[in-house]
């Protein structure tokens, strides 16, 4: 058992592993050098990352997948300052991160230390909560703390930003210090919407003759796919999804209509027509709604969501539900038992033609065997060759729209891991190793930019020190590509600024780094290469892939914002 005198660093390690923290992800300096000391002599799981940015983006990306909470550490300034963005993905997308942040002694603190910063004003609202350890003996109570803000409510990043002085300083610990009370769970608690509520809820949708489910990430964060696949059937309502919603429902499940927003391939039309939405787990931000065009006015909505705030927060809503998204559509369920599909099978009809239409008339663009390679094409090959058990991790470049339109999950649940909190680029690869981390023997994809894969090159480092099998689609258009769309779109021709970027062999930058890949320039080799790549056990495998570089071509769809720009706003 755990007790005795130790350093406030040691304790930390102590309270992660009477957590059960699975791996953590950081870059030392000499603030946690104590703590670094407890997780060898423990043997917890530690990946040093090249970047902290990548190292809070792998733990966020480990908690989407395994459930649990995501760790990473940082140190003083510039290593704390380099988390922002990262968590910043978390607060936004509600993924429960701990990170571990070390700062100033405070005897010299102020004085022009080295690497010092107002990092606690810094990082503050890039979290949900910062918790500063002010003494080594509240160590226990606040990694307790840390974990319950991280998974209660609306789950999201908590720092713990911890002095140097606090650990180095020896403490005498009881072992009731480090005892947890109820194991660490993801969502902590749930909780279920009011009666009445549902019951007004339930009987909108008994009326609806052309109702909707709008599903969101929160389906994926509450554990929600089972209880939402359940109510869709039983009922017979369509599901449509954002990019953080995909898998709520399997796309190649029937009541799929894929993605709903910016982009889309039926959702859209069948949202403009509705008579009824049940938005669960969705914040209805600027991606999903086209920019706040969608839902029409005067549609019926329910939301139901764990946070009661984000309910109504610019669409006005009928019924509010609020409550955990898998309690509430189970609730919800059981309210509409014997309800039935209603007179609801003109619909079902027309969605599934509408569906099959969609397909018919894209198909050969996803067949296309142009050169340099269709996006269209390389994500049908996906589709192709990835198993129901793959997890894809997109990046915030097109890889996540194109993707998010077009890659059919085949199975209910988190097979696609994209970061649409913050939508920032780099995420890709680092999600990918964190991902993999957190799924044992399923095979993880990530598809990233050039761009993105440069800003986080390095973790190809990590993930061949980590072991890590991965594959890691380069989607190389030699472009800063969504921003030299956009110039194209609203500029004309030839109106390119600072968006290109130097054409590279990816498969060789990776073979340089130790790792193995290939270059595909035709389509015909995508097969070969995907084949190769995930029957590549021994670490991670690059496919660069030579996208289309016509900036014409780069969009999957006309976005909206290009269109909010009058013709008269463009140069001639
Ligand atoms: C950190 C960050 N900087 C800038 C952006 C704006 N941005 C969105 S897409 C994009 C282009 C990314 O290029 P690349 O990763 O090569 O992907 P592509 O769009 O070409 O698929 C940029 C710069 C962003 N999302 N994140």
């Known amino acids: 058992m755990t007790s005795g005198s130790m ?4 304790a930390l390690a102590e309270a992660l592993r009477a957590h059960g923290a699975g791996p953590m992800f950081g870059m030392g300096g000499f603030q946690l050098l104590p703590f670094y000391e407890g997780i060898r002599a423990l043997g917890l799981a530690h990946h040093l990352i090249n970047d902290e940015r990548s190292g809070a983006f792998a733990a966020d990306a480990y908690a989407r997948v395994s459930g649990r909470v995501g760790i990473c550490d940082a140190t003083l300034g510039p290593g704390a300052t380099n988390l922002v963005t990262a968590l910043v993905e978390s607060l936004n997308a509600g993924v429960p991160v701990v990170a571990l942040v070390g700062d100033a002694h405070r005897a010299y603190a102020g004085r022009n230390m080295t690497q010092e910063t107002r990092q606690v004003d810094i990082l503050r609202p890039a979290v949900k909560e910062i918790l500063r350890v002010e003494s080594p003996g509240r160590v226990p109570e606040l990694v307790r703390r840390a974990f319950a803000v991280a998974t209660s409510g609306r789950p999201g990043p908590v720092v713990l930003d911890i002095p140097e002085d606090v650990a180095h300083a020896e403490h005498d610990y009881a072992t009731a210090d480090f005892q947890v009370g109820e194991p660490p769970r993801v969502p902590y608690r749930r909780s279920h919407p009011d009666h009445d509520d549902l019951a007004r809820a339930g009987e909108l ?3 609806a003759r052309r109702p909707l489910v709008l599903a969101g990430g929160g389906i994926h964060l509450s554990g929600a796919h089972a209880a939402l696949g359940e109510l869709a059937r039983s009922l017979g309502i369509p599901v449509a999804h954002t990019m953080s919603g995909k898998g709520a429902i399997a796309c190649e499940d029937d009541l799929s209509v894929g993605l709903f927003g910016r982009y889309s391939t039926i959702a859209n039309a069948l949202l403009e027509s509705a008579d009824c939405l049940l938005v669960a787990g969705c914040k209805l931000g600027e ?4 920019r706040y065009s969608l839902p029409p006015p005067g549609v019926p909505i329910i939301q139901l969501d764990v946070a009661a705030e984000e309910i109504g927060r610019w669409a006005p809503v009928t019924v509010g539900l609020w409550g955990d998204a898998r309690a509430g559509l189970t609730d919800l369920t059981a309210h509409l038992t014997g309800a039935g599909r209603g007179d609801r099978d003109g619909y079902l009809t027309e969605v599934a033609d509408r569906k099959r239409r969609w397909w018919d008339e894209v198909r050969e663009r996803h067949e296309s065997a142009e050169t ?3 996006m269209a094409r390389l994500v049908h ?4 060759h990835l198993p129901p058990e793959a997890i894809l ?7 996540s729209h194109w993707a998010g339109l077009l890659y059919r999950t ?3 649940g988190r097979g696609f891991v994209a970061d649409r909190g913050f939508a920032s680029i780099g995420y890709g690869l680092p999600g990918a190793l964190g991902a993999w981390l957190a799924a044992p023997g399923r095979p993880v994809v990530a598809m990233t930019g050039d761009g993105g894969l440069n800003m986080t090159l390095g973790e190809l480092e990590t993930a061949r020190r980590a072991g890590a099998a991965i594959t890691v ?3 190389n258009n030699a472009a800063s590509g969504y921003v030299k769309a956009l110039q194209h779109a609203v500029y004309g021709h030839g109106s390119y600024q600072s968006s290109d970027l130097s054409p590279t062999d990816y498969a060789a930058v990776a073979r340089a780094l130790g790792c193995d890949g290939v270059r595909v320039e035709h389509p015909d080799e995508l097969a070969p290469a995907l084949t190769k790549a995930l029957n590549h056990h021994s670490g991670p495998f690059v496919v660069d892939v030579a996208v289309t570089r016509d900036p014409a071509q780069m969009l999957p769809g006309v976005d909206s914002r290009a269109l909010h720009i009058t013709p008269g706003d463009r140069p001639a």
């Open 381 to 384: 090959e996906l589709n192709r």
């Open 473 to 475: 689609i380069v989607v």
């Open 287 to 290: 991606v999903a709604t086209k």
């Open 410 to 412: 085949k199975r209910a």
């Open 205 to 207: 949708l008994r009326r």
């Open 7 to 10: 350093t406030g660093g040691r």
């Open 372 to 374: 340099p390679v269709a």
């Open 393 to 399: 991790v997109a990046d915030g470049g097109f890889a």
